[in-house]
């Protein structure tokens, strides 16, 4: 693995983030650290300084799993899409759950501009449920709603909304 900051790249030119830890996402090659060089104290405050001006995504609300296999897990959601699957570089990530879809079973859209929360069912086979209805297209959230997917269910609860908003750029 070549490092290129907060990010790697694959031998096969794959770019993804450090996060996602030593294998390739998308190809599975296992990381090679080209420099060798330990974790000394002038790499770690390297880290952390890079890390000081990172840019992220304020929290817009929050997913509890209440059923299935990440039963007590929360998940925190950001504004624009959250995507919902079992792969490593989903927003939401259920692995355990072979019922889940790997990329992309369900999306949970924060629109900032109109402050609400939409339920969007994904491009895979599985089918999304909104407090036990399926759903086949666009579907606003509200506080307390359930969302089942596989065997697992969701809770969700807002942060952003109506009395909220983060300002955005």
Not at 101 to 120: E, G, S, T
Request: some cysteine.
């Amino acid at each position: 693995m070549r490092d290129t900051g907060s990010m790697f790249r694959c031998r096969n030119g794959h770019v993804y983030p450090k996060r996602l830890g030593r294998t390739c996402p998308y190809c599975g090659l296992a990381a090679e650290y080209d420099d060798g060089a330990p974790d000394t104290p002038r790499n770690i405050s390297d880290i952390e300084s890079q890390l000081l001006f990172e840019r992220t995504d304020p929290v817009c609300g929050w997913l509890a799993c209440i059923d299935g296999p990440r039963q007590g897990l929360s998940f925190t959601l950001h504004g624009g899409k959250n995507f919902i699957g079992r792969a490593d570089d989903m927003d939401v990530r259920l692995p355990g759950d072979d019922a889940v879809a790997r990329r992309n079973h369900a999306v949970i859209a924060y629109d900032p501009k109109n402050r609400k929360f939409m339920l969007i069912p994904g491009d895979s086979e599985g089918i999304v449920y909104l407090d036990g209805d399926a759903i086949y297209e666009p579907q606003r959230l509200t506080d307390m709603n359930l969302i089942k997917l596989g065997r697992t269910t969701l809770l969700f609860r807002p942060l952003c909304g109506d009395n909220f908003n983060w300002e955005y750029e």
